[in-house]
């Protein structure tokens, strides 16, 4: 409590049993110091044992909710604002969100912005253009525009919770639900959200990541389709001469198109019982670049396959610059007939295959001609897989044939058509009861 001159009179300013600050002005001062001397008989009573712990001067306060109690924080900012942020279960959780906040701030690793989500966004995305592959830029950027700023746009950078990240997953999966994207895709959408705003506390704009702590959709089960053992050569006898080569390449290493399509002459080392093909780069949009998982592998083939590349190398070697180790495998062949299909290169030097011809014209009509079920290109690679299953192969050579950085990958793919041990183990068993049936 206090008295002092103010503005021609007199003010007394106490605080209330609450701690709530008053104040009350007077004509003279002895009215000022009576009213005053009345305050000092009344002392206000001490504040509760509980309000001490978690209430003002510590930053950490209780609030009741409709599903019980919960704990909020309160923090100046590094320009003196303050800040509050609620919904933690205990106090104790509060007090340490709270503690790392202000330790960050005083380390001057986070700094208040009144950017909106949409706003970083912009200056992300274009930031990360010069380090990211073209199509990974343009999934951040699809990503963005149709799933993460319609959501989350006009919300300021610092005020993205955990809440406001499971409500966008959650109308993401209602879209799921209604067939109309699919679980991989929301689950891409939110690794593109963790990926930006990881940026963002790089960047000192917010504390900690909400998007780490929310739960990415369950996978959904895909059955896998692939040409079966006696479907191979009805499929290859009915590829047109210019794409068996490299059809018979695909089912024979696994390869991605993208990866068979970047294939040089120099990339291809043979020998009388096979040899192998190293697979250091993949045929993007618009230009080469590296594999889906930034690393070169090498993948053994068989005398077959090695066969047919030998042929493949001497019809190359026929066309211009065919020889050098640097010239692209697989090309365009000179158009013959003006309604040939394909778009088949007419004039000028070999250009490399073009994925949509492939894809959409050879690998549909080999299908339509052998009589067999509709399938992607890519099912190609999971022929692969299959075949050295099949054959007996081990789920570590069918990883290192295809080049998954991790045996899960393999084996949720591919792990049920490994039968040669399922069979393997049956026998045995069958076996095992028969010798104790005949011990007795």
């Avoid at 999971?382 to 950085?405: D, F, P």
Wanted: glycine content about 8%.
């Amino acid at each position: 409590m206090s008295c002092s001159a103010a503005k021609g009179g007199w003010e007394v300013r106490w605080r209330d049993s609450t701690g709530r600050q008053r104040s009350r002005r007077f004509t003279t001062e002895e009215a000022a110091r009576e009213f005053d001397g009345a305050l000092h008989e009344h002392e206000p009573p001490e504040r509760r044992s509980h309000d001490r712990g978690r209430g003002r001067g510590h930053g950490v306060y209780a609030y009741r909710t409709a599903s019980g109690p919960r704990w909020r924080y309160v923090v100046r900012r590094s320009d003196g604002t303050q800040t509050t942020k609620r919904g933690f279960l205990s106090e104790k959780a509060a007090r340490d969100a709270r503690r790392r906040v202000v330790e960050q701030i005083e380390r001057g690793e986070v700094r208040h912005t009144k950017e909106t989500f949409e706003q970083y966004w912009s200056r992300w995305i274009e930031r990360r253009r010069p380090y990211l592959e073209a199509n990974t830029w343009r999934a951040y950027e699809v990503d963005g525009r149709y799933r993460l700023l319609p959501v989350l746009g006009p919300i300021p950078l610092g005020r993205i919770g955990v809440e406001d990240v499971r409500g966008l997953v959650a109308e993401l999966a209602d879209q799921v639900a209604a067939e109309e994207v699919a679980a991989k895709t929301v689950n891409n959408t939110l690794g593109t959200l963790v990926v930006c705003l990881n940026a963002a506390v790089e960047d000192g704009l917010i504390a900690t990541n909400p998007a780490m702590r929310v739960e990415r959709l369950p996978a959904a089960h895909i059955e896998r389709e692939y040409l079966r053992l006696r479907e191979i050569p009805l499929y290859l006898d009915s590829c047109a001469d210019v794409y068996r080569p490299l059809a018979e390449l695909l089912i024979g290493t696994g390869m991605r198109i993208s990866e068979a399509l970047a294939l040089r002459v120099g990339d291809v080392e043979l020998e009388p019982t096979g040899g192998l093909v190293t697979v250091y780069r993949s045929h993007k949009r618009e230009a080469i670049g590296s594999t889906k998982s930034d690393r070169f592998r090498s993948v053994e083939i068989g005398p077959a396959l090695g066969r047919v590349l030998v042929d493949q190398l001497a019809r190359r070697a026929e066309l211009d610059g065919g020889s050098d180790p640097k010239a692209a495998l697989f090309v365009m062949p000179v158009r013959e007939r003006h309604h040939g299909r394909g778009r088949w290169a007419s004039t000028g030097a070999p250009a490399p295959l073009d994925r949509t011809t492939v894809s959409r014209e050879w690998h549909k009509q080999a299908l339509a001609d052998a009589e067999l079920r509709d399938m992607p290109l890519h099912s190609l690679r999971h022929t692969a897989a299959a075949a050295w299953l099949a054959a007996g192969n081990s789920l570590m050579y069918v990883q290192r044939q295809l080049g998954h950085s991790d045996i899960a990958t393999t084996e949720r793919y591919y792990g049920h058509l490994e039968r040669h041990v399922l069979a393997a183990g049956a026998v045995a068993t069958e076996e095992a009861i028969a010798r104790a049936v005949g011990a007795r």
